[in-house]
């Protein structure tokens, strides 16, 4: 049975999980935030040991691989890729928002509404926000939305969604009662077992020297361009 | 291996033995154009590179990666986000191939560039580092043990290279620039007073300010007057800085018994300061050292020779180990 270790840095809290192909073995998150740098490695340490499982029987890392922090990606990035050399286990790569929508706290009657908005942090008014139909296939692309902005509330409120992740506190505060909001913070590695059982059997697997992460915003800097 | 990725080069070396294998760099040309480092452009450079670098490093060094015993990195100081990059992909590393890791000190490190040619240095010497970052005099006393007697109050020499750079026009970074076109002017045309601080310390900021009025002043002379003068003002304006940063190596050097003379970091690399500094030496008759070039500015073999004394005191450190800007 392959084994996959599942990686989710990309926001507050830091977790791993263990899957097979039939369920998730074992998974861990440690819940101090942003201390992923000094936390990671240990967690995938305990957890393989835990399952008496060496690092080198791992058949594929499973990232979530964006968007969120820029420093949790390239944290979460550099290590999977590192892994996967060292190991010789392929590399799958789950959008952040794609694998929330596997999150167990989403409820199972959804009739009332029509989609499912991920949203995520993106620091000032900002977040990352993703629209999937209830069959879980994207609505366009992942943008960075300012939720102050009335016609971005205009438009979310155009229909009830069921509306999940970190910025799903922020949004309650400014869009219309009409959408459902789950405010636990929707990310966790083992979310990624569904997702990544159906890329492992399908072989689709992330070319080591070209993945990069899901940064989903314009690199901005207030630096002049020199003459 | 060792990974170094504490600015914008992204530099991995293969060590076996004594001997450096490979040692690959990717340089991060995009910073020219903002005239400086952007950290966050820097970070991304970093991670999208780390496994070319490494495939580079493997293939040249021709080993396998199952060979190798340990993982060493830049802890820092450096750029938090660029070092956390390297940091994550070192830890990955030992933690799959199941071999220790090591943590470097990148200072350390550009002192321990002059032992990849000279294993058997005589000590106590005295070395000079400047970089982009930093400008120390350093008394080492052995291979790891020292003691910072002078630091810059302000800018670093590679800095104040850089940034005097930009003011005339040049590509970020200015250094190796000034040194080549300072080979074709007159050292001795344009002076400049040299700012005293105490002790064996440095400060640039003052002679900063002061090619910034003289160009301006110049300028309203004669519009083209930086172009037309850059081979005199770029011999000029090294002449200073070296000249400078010799005066309190000299000092000390009248009041300690020294058996060794060194210059690192990257403005090792000026031609006009590897001349003046063996200059000295010569006059003192002691050894004069500095690394070879590619070990000057950053580069991962250099991280490397630190991880090689450290492998043998077996001087590891655990997977929560972080990445520290400073130290
Ligand atoms: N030939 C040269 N003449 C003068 N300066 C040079 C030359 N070559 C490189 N430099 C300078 O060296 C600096 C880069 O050195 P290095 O790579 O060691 O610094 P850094 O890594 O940016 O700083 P630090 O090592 O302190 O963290 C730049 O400022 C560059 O202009
Ligand atoms: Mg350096």
Not at chain 2, 45 to 54: D, L, M, P, Q, S
Not at chain 2, 129 to 150: A, M, N, P, R
Not at chain 2, 292 to 301: E, S
Request: net charge negative; proline share 4%.
């Amino acid at each position: 049975m392959p084994k996959v270790l599942g990686i989710e840095t990309t926001g507050a809290f830091c977790s791993v999980a263990l899957f097979n192909e039939s369920r998730v073995i074992a998974s861990k998150i440690n819940k101090q935030a942003n201390s992923h740098s000094s936390i990671l490695h240990l967690l995938i340490q305990e957890l393989l040991q835990e399952q008496h499982i060496k690092p080198s029987d791992l058949d594929a890392i499973a990232l979530s691989s964006g968007p969120g922090s820029y420093t949790g990606l390239r944290i979460g990035s550099s290590s999977a890729k590192g892994l996967a050399i060292a190991t010789g286990a392929k590399l799958i790569s789950i959008p952040t928002h794609y694998g929330m929508l596997f999150n167990p706290t989403l409820p199972n009657d959804t009739k009332a509404f029509k989609h499912v908005i991920c949203l995520t942090d993106a620091r000032r008014n900002d977040v990352f926000a993703t629209a999937y139909s209830l069959d879980k296939d994207r609505i366009g692309k992942t943008a960075v939305l300012d939720l102050t902005d009335e016609l971005v509330q205009t438009q979310l409120n155009h229909s009830a969604s069921i509306i999940i992740g970190s910025g799903a506190e922020k949004a309650e505060a400014l869009l219309s009662p009409i959408h459902l909001y789950l405010k636990d913070d929707a990310l966790h590695a083992a979310n990624l077992f569904e997702p990544s059982t159906a890329k492992f059997a399908n072989e689709e697997f992330e070319p080591l020297y070209d993945f990069g992460p899901l940064y989903e915003k314009e690199f901005y800097t207030n630096q002049k361009v020199s003459k | 291996m060792a990974i170094e990725t504490s600015c914008d080069d992204t530099s991995i070396a293969v060590l076996k033995e004594d001997k450096i294998l490979a040692n690959v760099t990717a340089n991060q040309e995009i910073h020219a154009k903002y005239g400086g480092v952007v950290p966050e452009l820097a970070s991304r450079n970093h991670e999208k590179n780390i496994v070319r670098v490494f495939n580079e490093a493997i293939n040249q060094s021709g080993i396998d990666q199952s060979e190798l015993d340990a993982i060493a990195f830049t802890q820092g100081p450096g750029l938090l986000g660029s070092l956390m990059v390297g940091v994550s992909f070192a830890k990955s590393l030992a933690l799959g191939l199941n071999i220790p890791l090591i943590a470097v000190n990148h200072l350390q490190a550009h002192i321990a560039a002059l032992y990849i040619e000279n294993p058997n240095p005589t000590f106590p010497f005295i070395c000079l580092l400047v970089s982009g970052g930093h400008t120390q005099i350093i008394w080492v006393k052995d291979f790891f043990s020292y003691e910072i007697l002078g630091s810059t109050l302000d800018d670093a020499g590679g800095e104040a290279f850089d940034k005097i750079g930009k003011m005339l026009d040049l590509p970020y970074p200015a250094g190796p620039a000034i040194d080549r076109l300072a080979q074709k002017g007159d050292p001795e045309r344009f002076k400049f007073t040299y700012s005293k601080v105490p002790d064996f310390n440095y400060s640039f900021s003052g002679f900063k300010t002061q090619v910034l009025y003289f160009l301006r002043d110049q300028e309203k002379l004669d519009a083209n007057f930086k172009a037309s003068n850059i081979n005199d003002l770029c011999a000029s304006i090294q002449h200073h800085i070296c000249t400078y940063l010799l005066k309190p190596v000299a000092k000390l050097m009248k009041e300690r018994e020294v058996l060794g003379l060194a210059v690192v970091g990257g403005v090792s690399a000026n031609a006009e300061l590897r001349i003046e500094m063996q200059k000295l030496a010569l006059k003192n008759q002691i050894p004069f050292m500095v690394p070879d070039f590619q070990y000057c500015t950053d580069n991962a073999g250099m991280i490397a020779e630190v991880a090689k004394y450290k492998f043998e005191k077996e001087d590891f450190v655990t997977l929560d180990v972080v990445a520290k800007a400073r130290f």
